[in-house]
């Protein structure tokens, strides 16, 4: 297994472009089940978890044809299987949203329940809730849901108990091909739902709302091809930005959309940064000061998202001051407060591993470390960059799920980082 090795202590200085949105991507290549004619995804990271889902795509039989930079072509009217196996789906959970698609268009589909994953049990209960309120015939049973709509999907009416990233995309995208109306209420609200409604439009589809608490989709009777380029990483950028912050450096970030990114900005600016940022720009400064200790509360888009709350973390590590930092999104996302107290950190957390204060310390020092999660992996990254000394972090396939070259961007930028190939 590759490792990352670390010299701690440089300031991260430079610019960087953001790759594009994984989150995005995942899902419109679910979508694309829905046309009947080729499509083409553009600006689409080289990641792990989109191999994933192009070997699913594979499985079910639908051609795929990739150019060399990344432009995705993907062809559904080959397919010849309506089931995603467990081997797939247990891998990478945005895997389970062909199942709304396979059943819009095919009016059938056997799809593995993806069980639980390390940062919380991640249930499936509310992208069920609003199958069925569309028509869909769910059964289960030896792990997979077997759904079927055999005169097609009707449009229904569906509020959602709390926000849903993927729940909110898979009723959307299994809407567009229904019988009539379907209004969502009670939707996330995050970019990549907006992105991911442009795609469906651009096929055909008519889908008003996103962005939105209410989504309404009219169905349509056939979706065609299209081209589209994916929205940027807003995570990705976001870790960049404050792995800069932590080291006291100066970085701009290109090709990101700078209003995704507010309420994270908003915390770098209370640390200490000074940020300039437009429409496709972002750049921050932190002048070689200390960064101030910051506190959050992490919740649904346009709150601070969890996908950064372990890399703030890492800044609150070795920042002047104390902060607290709770998760309400996931259940068990503090895999790496174990690992940065190794390091050096005092971090503590409540009796219900909901928040954790972090007593700010001077320095870090570097050690073996590792993390079960992307997110968390990626935020022991930004503590060994500031340590003194070497930080291995093991079991990086987590990193290499979600972030594209991440030991490049990071050595262009000054960082002393190599990859041990195993
Ligand atoms: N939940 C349920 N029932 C459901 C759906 C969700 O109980 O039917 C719970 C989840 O267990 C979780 C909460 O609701 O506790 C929110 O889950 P949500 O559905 O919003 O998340 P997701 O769609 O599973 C996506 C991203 C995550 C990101 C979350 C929140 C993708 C592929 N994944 O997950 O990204 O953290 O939204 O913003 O889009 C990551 O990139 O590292 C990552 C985990």
Known sequence: MDRLLIDGGAVLSGELRASGAKNSALKMFAAALLADEPVTISNVPHLRDI?????????????VVIDEKMNIEIHANTITSFKA???LVKTMRASFNVLGPLLAHYGQ????????????????DQHLRGLEALGARINMSDGYVRASADSGL?????????????????IMMAACLADGVTILENCAREPEIVDLASFLNKMGARVEGAGEDVISITGVESMGGCSHKVIADRVE???YLIAAAATGGKIKVKDINAMHLESVLDKLREAGASIKADHDS????MSGHRPKAVSLVTAPYPDYPTDLQAQIMALNCVAEGTGRITETIFENRFMHVHEMNRMGARIKLDSNNTSAVIEGVSCLKGAPVMANDLRASVSLVIAGLVADGQTIIDRIYHIDRGYEQIEEKLQNLGAQIKRLES
């Open 282 to 285: 972002i750049e921050l400064e």
């Open 237 to 239: 950028a976001g870790t």
């Open 85 to 87: 196996p467990y081997e």
């Open 51 to 63: 191999t994933t889902m192009i070997e699913l795509l594979g499985s079910l039989g639908v051609e």
């Open 109 to 124: 589909a056997e799809v593995s329940l993806p069980g639980g994953c390390a940062i919380g049990p991640r249930p499936v």
């Open 154 to 170: 009707k449009g229904g009416h569906v509020v959602f108990d709390f926000r849903t990233v993927g729940g909110t995309e898979h």
